[in-house]
């Protein structure tokens, strides 16, 4: 600052000469109006109103001059400050509209687009009520056993008092794996998930609770109901004192978790080689629970109108089982059955057609979710 001026000459001190003053007013209004982003603005802020800025040591004059000249010279200097701050406050309020407006439009984001361009499957339905229905019985006191998918003839028919000439043992039915020279091996591709029940007896401490889901085979054409590749669910009890009432509990239970309190079951008699006696279990409709019945304005697709729908086979173990696999008939007994998974699936989700379950299309796996 220079040291007061008390001959009065405002012409000295340049910086607060009007044109001087005017022409630093109009510099930094033309450098307001020229910048186009935030960022160039506040280089311009800097410049034109910082504490260096030419107005700013201007300012700083004013204490130089005569008294008199104070007045007039602080107006001018005052009033070109104010001006230039309220340029810049229009100016700054106008570029931070545009930028607004500007990241609307480059920033929007597509709600309706893909949210993922490589979609996750989904696990098949078959697996998950396999495991539901596992998990029933797992909540019983049952263990979960598994057995091979490729299994010796002997766990799959013979200790199961399948007869050498029986029917299933034909190559209609089976699957024979052949042996070395093209000759026989004695082995087969699992016809049912029953050799696992053999095989808990010969491994396992007695009493046995498991129930088996696996993988079977059989030789029929793919076709609405049949696969030459489906799955099943076997059950074996065997303890001191087992009876079919057991059975028929432990069907009574299953069927009221997976289908819905207050379901009827029943038994139909039936012939398997490996239980004496044998069944065919039933169920209530869970749909028209009956209702449908003798009824052609309420038709029921679910059980075709017959009120029960089949839900698989049962039987107290053949006590030539029990032999087979070491099990003392004086003091153990026990009871047996097997579901269809691919039946099951078929009724419990109206899935009509069981292309549709073997195909691998993931529309129909992911309509199913991860939920059942
Ligand atoms: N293994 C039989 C089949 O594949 C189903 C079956 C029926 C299993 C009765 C059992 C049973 O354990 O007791 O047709």
């Not at 039915?173 to 029953?194: C, I, K, Q, Y």
């Not at 088996?212 to 029929?220: H, I, Q």
């Not at 490996?274 to 449908?292: H, K, N």
């Not at 899935?351 to 992911?366: I, N, Y």
Request: glycine share 8%.
């Amino acid at each position: 600052m220079s040291a007061p001026n008390n001959s009065y000459d405002p012409v000295e001190v340049n910086a607060l000469h009007p044109d001087e003053v005017a022409r630093m007013r109009q510099e930094a209004l033309d450098a307001i109006a020229r910048a186009s982003s935030l960022e160039e603005l506040k280089e311009v802020r800097i410049a034109h109103a910082g504490d260096r800025s030419p107005l700013a040591l201007a300012n700083r004059e004013i204490g130089a001059l005569p008294p008199a000249a104070r007045a007039d010279a602080g107006r001018r200097v005052g009033g070109a400050r104010r001006e230039i701050s309220e340029a810049l406050k229009a100016r700054q309020a106008q570029l931070e509209d545009e930028r607004d407006a500007r990241v609307l439009v480059e920033e929007a984001v597509d709600v309706t687009l893909p949210y993922d361009r490589i979609p996750h499957g989904s696990r098949h339905p078959l697996t998950t009520i396999g495991e539901r229905m596992a998990d029933i019985f797992v909540g019983m006191g049952f263990e979960i056993a598994e057995g091979p998918e490729v299994e010796a003839e002997w766990y799959n028919f013979d200790a199961l008092n399948f007869l050498p000439d029986h029917p299933a043992r034909t190559m209609q039915d089976t699957f024979f794996v052949a042996g070395p020279n093209g000759g026989e091996s004695g082995m087969v591709l699992r016809t049912h998930t029953s050799p696992v029940q053999v095989r808990a007896m010969l491994d396992r401490e007695l009493p046995v609770y498991v129930v088996v889901p696996g993988r079977t085979f059989r030789t029929d054409e793919l076709d609405a109901t049949h696969s030459p590749v489906f799955h099943q669910l076997e059950g074996l009890v065997v303890d001191e004192g087992i009876t079919l009432a057991h059975l028929r509990g432990a069907i009574q239970v299953f069927v009221e978790q997976m289908f819905g309190e207050g379901l009827r079951t029943r038994m139909r008699p039936s012939y398997f080689p490996f239980t004496e006696p044998s069944a065919e279990v039933d169920m209530e409709c869970f749909v028209c629970r009956g209702a449908s019945v003798g009824n052609p304005d309420a038709p029921c697709r679910t059980c075709s109108s017959e009120g029960w729908i089949e839900i698989g086979g049962c039987g107290v173990v053949n006590p030539r089982v029990l032999v087979a696999a070491g099990v003392d008939t004086e003091r153990y007994s026990g009871w047996a059955f097997g579901l269809g998974i691919e039946r099951t699936l078929m009724f419990a989700r109206g899935v009509k057609d069981m292309h549709d379950m073997v195909e691998g299309d993931v529309r129909f796996t992911a309509a199913f979710g991860m939920e059942m």
